[in-house]
């Protein structure tokens, strides 16, 4: 199943909007499926997305030459 482009806020409405569907149980089982299923594509590609923010965040992140890897502060709300 191809997953349109989506913006990671946009992907994480429609993952919200899934769950709450399959969470209610009010949907047949060929319909069911298919939202899993585009909720698995879904979390794949917003996975993809995550990891590149997260190479350009420590890219962006240097000490002098070398590059330095630092963690959010907790409490950021990131």
């Not at 199943?1 to 806020?9: L, R």
């Not at 879904?42 to 993809?48: F, G, I, Y």
Request: charged share 40%; hydrophobic share 40%; no cysteine.
């Amino acid at each position: 199943m191809s997953v349109k482009k989506v913006t990671f806020e946009e992907g994480m409405e429609e993952l919200e909007s899934i769950v709450a569907k399959l969470e209610r149980g009010e949907a047949a089982l060929d319909e069911s499926i298919t939202l899993f299923e585009r909720g698995v594509a879904l979390t794949k590609e917003m996975q993809k997305m995550l990891e590149t923010a997260e190479k350009k965040v420590k890219l962006l992140v240097k000490d002098g030459d070398a590059i330095e890897e630092t963690d959010f502060p907790e409490g950021s709300g990131v």
